[in-house]
């Protein structure tokens, strides 16, 4: 297994979204259960785990931190061995009351105690708040990173001009945006430019919401009150029908590299860009393992550039598209601060 880096912050090729132990899949598992995931994450060679200040039951503000509490907890004792990022949303009111730089330390001093440490590897901005300049954001973060709290820092969901103004002031380590086989807007300049400037880029989503593991079926119950499922386009039953070629191929790879469609989805961009670390997000066990393994399924040129050849020629149906506020509980976090 090859490291990569996020900046200057080595990682395992795949890391571990972890909003699913707290949020966005339906029922939550046990404690105890989603310890154990993360710990056998770690054990299998996981040194990256994402997190975020809001991820709680139903993105309700009282249950924010839940799902740092539990990252905490799982990797306090291996804590000089992994990678841990998390992100903030600055409300208007609060930047205006404190100041940028003094809002984002508030906030990174809370999810520090949640998790057990003192410092933060990864600090993402979860969302742009376009009344708070990214510059501001961008100075503040740098004074985070010459406190010694966070050892880099990064923007979630943005266009290419966002990132180029906040690399300017300070440079950005990582860049998490949507990004799959279905998905692949950012490739136009967001990639280029983070390549070109040594930023890396940390899909979320990386396998559809679960589309490309072909295990989503228009029976599937997405009805829970919190499963963000039920939001994505490539799972509209409609969709799922049309987007069948995409698993077909897919399918055929699988069969070949002794594989599953997941995995050779995220084969396909690993292959394709070296700065690239997605975050395939599970509470399940047995699938977070099968996810991690993708590392080990290896594309030659010529599998990669007939798959590349393949996918430019099958139409996507239920683009998701780029929604800088999309599943990120921006709205419900300004509304706990008044």
């Not at 940028?100 to 933060?120: G, I, P, W």
């Not at 593991?213 to 039920?230: E, L």
Request: aromatic share 8%; hydrophobic share 40%; net charge negative.
């Amino acid at each position: 297994m090859d490291k990569r880096k996020l900046g200057n912050i080595e990682v395992s090729p795949i890391g571990m979204g972890c909003m699913g132990f707290s949020h966005g899949y339906g029922d939550i598992p046990e404690e105890s259960y989603s310890i154990a995931a993360i710990r056998q994450a770690f054990d299998f060679g996981c040194t990256f785990y994402d997190t975020a200040e809001c991820y709680g039951p139903n993105l309700l503000p009282e249950y924010r931190g839940h799902n740092e509490l539990i990252v905490g907890r799982a990797l306090k004792d291996v804590r000089q061995e992994t990678v841990i990022a998390t992100k903030l949303h600055i409300p208007t009111e609060e930047a205006k009351e404190f100041g940028v730089y003094a809002t984002l330390k508030r906030h990174l001093e809370e999810s520090l105690r949640r998790l057990q440490t003192d410092y933060a590897d990864l600090y993402y901005l979860h969302r742009v708040n376009p009344e708070v300049p990214v510059e501001e954001v961008a100075e503040g973060m740098g004074r985070l990173i010459a406190d010694g709290l966070i050892r880099g820092w990064g923007l979630s969901q943005v266009p290419v001009e966002i990132i180029r103004r906040a690399h300017e002031i300070t440079p950005v380590a990582a860049v998490q945006n949507i990004y799959s086989l279905v998905e692949r807007g950012i490739e136009a300049d967001v990639i280029p430019y983070c390549l070109k400037n040594n930023i890396g880029v940390v899909p979320f989503s990386p396998i559809a919401s679960g589309f490309l593991s072909g295990k989503v079926t228009a029976q599937t119950d997405f009805s829970h009150s919190d499963d963000v499922r039920k939001f994505v386009p490539q799972l509209r039953r409609e969709n799922l029908v049309a987007n069948q070629p995409i698993l077909d191929l897919l399918e055929t790879y699988a069969v070949n590299k002794n594989a599953t469609k997941a995995q050779i989805s995220l084969a396909w961009m690993l292959h394709k860009y070296e700065n690239v670390v997605p975050i395939p997000g599970s509470k399940n066990q047995e699938r977070i393992l099968e996810n991690l393994a993708a590392w080990n399924v290896v594309l030659t040129d010529t599998e990669f550039a007939a798959l590349e050849s393949a996918l430019n020629s099958i139409e996507v149906h239920g683009y998701r598209g780029y929604d800088e506020t999309e599943g990120s509980g921006m709205k419900n976090w300004d509304r706990s601060k008044k």
